[in-house]
Structure formats: C-alpha cells, structure tokens
C-alpha cells in the first residue's frame, strides 16, 4: 500500500546543509556568513509573520538556477522516502525561479528531473503543485495559464500566501478554466481565515483543503453538532491537509494538546498528515507522525494509506 503526503512546500523544505552549501557555491551573500543555518531557519519563535516568511526570501533565491532546483527536488523526495512516503505532492510558485536565464518550461522540467531522479533510486512518486500567489491577482492568473500549458507535468494547482482578505471566490474565473482543463484543485483555506474560507474554497471546486483546520469552529465538541460545512466535509469526506506543527509554529494553537486533529479524527472527518514547511519548523514526516502518536493519534498507518488514495498523483 502507497503511503502519501499531500502537503509540503518545496522552497520549505530545504536542507540546512544544503542551502548552505549552495549559497557558497552560488555566492549568496545573506548566507554565507552565517554560522548556524540550521537555527538561522527555524522559525518555530518567530513572534510574526514577516519573519516566519523572511526565511522564504533566502530558499527561493537558492532556488533560482535548474542544478540547484533538480537537487532540492531530488533532496526532497530523498528525505520523504527515509520517512517511509512512497507518494510525495510537492507544491511551489514557480515564478520565483524565473529569470533572465531561466524559464518556466526549464523550473518544471529541473523539478521533474529532480524527483524522477528519487524515482529511479527508491520506487518514490513525486509530482508538482503549482502555487499561485492569492495577494497577487497576476500572479495567480498567470500561474493558472502555466498549468493549463504544462497539464501533463504537473499533478494540480493551489493558491498559497496571506489567507485573510484574500478568498477563494476572488479568482472564482481562474478556477473555472482550471477545473475546465482537468487541473486538479487544492485551495489553502482554514487556516488564516475560518469556516467561511473553507466554504468558499469548495464552492471555487476545491477537491482538497489545504489545512482545513478550522472546520472545527464549525462543530459545537460537546453536542458534536455539526454545522452545515462541516456536515458537508464529512459527508463527502473532503480531505483535510493538515499540518500540525506549521499551525503551532504560526501561532493557531499554543500547544500541540490544544490542536483539534484527534477530534477531527474522533469525528470521522478525512484527515491526512503533511508537513508544509520542514526547514522553517524544524520537522520531518518521522516528526509529524511522532507528534500524532503523542496526540492519540495510533492508526498513523492506515492515515497515511487513507491519504494515498487521494493523491492527485493517481491521475498520472
Ligand atoms: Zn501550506
């Protein structure tokens, strides 16, 4: 049986080591000079958000030659596959890596490479999720149009950045054509914003949720009365992504006793375990699942068969 992770950002989840080692290599000076990249990364205190996501400005501009992206995809899809992962979604906003000398086919194709290179080595799948940026409405469109135009090399799309203020809804014509073109949908939602995200990322053809957490505010837990989202992503069975260390690390629950996945799980809800961004919350898989059985949490293993059979990479 397949043993799936739906959520990891790949420009979170650099190696310390080797983002040093490419920041020599490529002369990135904000890097080089310092001593303990492992903890120069950890952001599991930081007090706001800015410099939770200052830490991406560095990852992205490592990110930025097709060496360096086919090694950070080939590392990734490595490192979930000691975590016992045989199918691995990956997600990243390609722009980032666009540039003077190098464009959008070449980051897809560096990618690709990358983890049919881990492939090759350990049997792992891997495939690409394109993120568009949902503060910038260009972005997303033009995000939107380079799915479309790569559909075989890349397995869906999201929308990633501040939640708040930002709806689904906003990109309600993106969606369509995306959904119109078979590109399988993932929507962040329910983690900078509440149930009425959630809502509208299902409305906007959303398969997935990405965190769905806060689906939990739409349940009273003494009378397990369900409200009419939650009703419907437990009916259906809507997949939650959920990433329990990243939502304490972005201060949604102050402690892992107080993050709601094992009454999620009590409730029937689907539930997976991913990881979002393992540089910037010093985790792992190994880690995440450690956590869930510190939780409760015992049939970890059926969680993560669970997860596989709504892999967006069974469609390829
Ligand atoms: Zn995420």
């Known amino acids: 049986?397949?043993?799936?992770?739906?959520?990891?950002?790949?420009?979170?989840?650099?190696?310390?080591?080797?983002?040093?080692?490419?920041?020599?290599?490529?002369s990135y000076k904000p890097l080089i000079e310092i001593e303990d990249i492992e903890s120069f990364f950890n952001r599991e205190s930081s007090t706001s958000l800015e410099e939770y996501l200052e830490a991406f400005v560095h990852t992205t501009a490592l990110m930025s030659?097709?060496?360096?992206l086919e090694r950070i995809a080939f590392e990734a899809a490595e490192d979930m596959h000691f975590c016992g992962i045989t199918l691995y979604e990956s997600r990243y906003a390609p722009l980032y890596s666009v540039n003077d000398n190098l464009q959008i086919k070449d980051v897809i194709h560096a990618i690709n490479s990358g983890f049919k290179q881990a492939e090759n080595l350990y049997g792992i799948k891997s495939g690409l999720i394109l993120c568009g940026m949902r503060n910038d409405k260009e972005n997303v469109s033009q995000v939107s149009e380079i799915a479309i135009d790569f559909k075989e090399q890349i397995i869906g799309f999201d929308i990633a950045g501040?939640?708040?203020?930002?709806?689904p809804s906003l990109f309600a014509d993106v969606f369509n054509k995306l959904k119109n073109n078979g590109i399988n949908l993932t929507i962040h939602a329910g983690e900078g914003d509440g149930v009425n995200s959630i809502q509208d990322a299902l409305d906007n053809g959303a398969k997935r949720i990405g965190h769905g957490?806060?689906?939990?505010?739409?349940?009273?837990?003494?009378s397990k009365k369900l409200g009419k989202t939650a009703e419907y992503v437990r009916n259906k069975q809507v997949p939650l992504e959920i990433c329990i260390t990243s939502n304490i690390h972005t201060n949604m629950y102050e402690e892992y006793n107080n993050h709601p996945i094992k009454d999620l799980i009590d409730l029937e809800f689907n539930v997976s375990i991913n990881t979002d961004n393992r540089l910037m919350s010093n985790t792992s898989m190994k880690k995440e699942i450690d956590i869930a059985k510190n939780l409760g949490i015992n049939n970890i293993d059926r969680i993560l068969e669970n997860s596989a059979s709504y892999s967006f990479l069974n469609d390829f």
């Open 162 to 167: 501040p939640e708040y203020n930002f709806l």
């Open 65 to 68: 030659n097709y060496d360096n």
């Open 213 to 222: 957490v806060r689906i939990i505010e739409d349940i009273d837990t003494t």
């Open 1 to 26: 049986m397949n043993k799936a992770v739906l959520h990891d950002h790949l420009d979170g989840g650099l190696r310390a080591k080797t983002a040093k080692e490419l920041a020599i290599k490529d």
